[in-house]
């Protein structure tokens, strides 16, 4: 047997997790920001959204993504850092997707902080997973999620998907989820669009 040949091809990983925090260091590893500007027109009160400073972060998305975009059966991997805070009575959130590639589920895992993960079926059946305690939450196919930071601190969580889910964020763009995270007598309740 030669040793020397089975050993000569041990690596160093390309990235790192940092699991207390959900931090991304390393290869592969990139980082976008989305502003209050950049969220705004998920609110239903449009006068608070105008009167919020639009250049206010409201969240970071790192992604670890070893395979281009597309690369069928790859994975990517990310953690989402959720500002706390309100828009008028309704909490921040991210903007929200169904997954292109419509049958491409999802695993999510909570890290910090404190909110939930609000989903939605294709026929606009709302309904939220918290996201604390060290939550895991599989999001099905053909559901768009949306995290809700209803903490006092970042709410942070971890995810996993398909490298060629893509992201269809026109269909939450144009209707909105059916169902809104709202700060009512101090407490989060779902509220539906329409109230
Ligand atoms: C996550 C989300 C992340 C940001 O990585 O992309 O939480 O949310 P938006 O993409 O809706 O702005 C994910 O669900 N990936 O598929
Ligand atoms: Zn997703």
Redesign the pocket.
Known sequence: MNISSRTSDIREPDAHVELPTGVLTGEHVAESV?TIADIADCFHDRAAADAADPAQLA?R?Q?HAPVPEGTAGGL?F?A?FLQPGRVGDEYLM????F?AKRDAG?Y?WHIAGQGMLVMMDEARHCWAVWLRNNALVY?PGRTA???VNTGAEPLV?G?C?PAD?G?D?DAIASHGFATRVRCIDNEPRLVADTE
Not at 94 to 97: A, K, M, Q
């Open positions: 989305r969240y998305v992604r990517m990310g989402t991210t903007r929200g997707h997954h999802e999510y999001v999620h949306r995290m969580a995810a998907w889910a992201h964020y």
